[in-house]
């Protein structure tokens, strides 16, 4: 009823933790500092990086791009009342609308590396494929974004 929420991660990539570069636990306290509320209009997209410092002085660099979702209200809509603190009548005719409410949705990179623009790129990519629905596996873009070639001294490409 208040609009205040928990954070809950949906996908991560990838599935299960790399030994030299374990998966940040409680990251989705850092994609919203100011809690996953519920707003009645939708926000327009933000960006940040945070800086997590781990057990051993290592930076891991959080970029956070969030963006703004409708979602269908729960809530029952009150009857306007009248002067006497008394509510109205309601003409059946007139079906009570639900509010629109938006909810926040983060994409996350995190990285060893401090390279915020490429961050953001990255992550407006990812963004664009998602709000403009194209039938893209979120799983190859992520890898040709992850993935480079790096040749060998001297050898062939």
Not at 94 to 104: H, I, K, M, R, Y
Not at 105 to 113: P, Y
Not at 118 to 136: A, D, M, P, Q, W
């Amino acid at each position: 009823g208040s609009g205040d929420g928990q954070g809950q991660i949906l996908q991560r990539f990838p599935e299960k933790d790399w030994e030299d570069n374990p998966f940040p636990q409680g990251i989705e306290l850092f994609c919203q500092p100011s809690g996953w509320q519920l707003f009645p209009e939708r926000n327009p997209p933000t960006f940040f990086v945070a800086v997590l410092t781990d057990i051993n002085s290592e930076r891991h660099y959080c970029a956070c791009f969030t963006f703004w979702e409708a979602v269908e209200s729960t809530q029952p809509q009150s009857h306007p009342r009248n002067g006497d603190g008394e509510e109205e009548e309601e003409e059946p005719s007139s079906p009570v609308q639900p509010a629109q409410l938006f909810a926040p949705k983060s994409l996350v990179l995190v990285s060893r590396l401090d390279h915020a623009e490429v961050f953001r790129n990255s992550l407006g990519l990812i963004y664009t494929i998602y709000v403009e629905g194209l039938s893209v596996s979120l799983e190859n873009v992520i890898g040709n974004l992850l993935t480079c070639t790096i040749p060998i001294a001297g050898g062939a490409q």
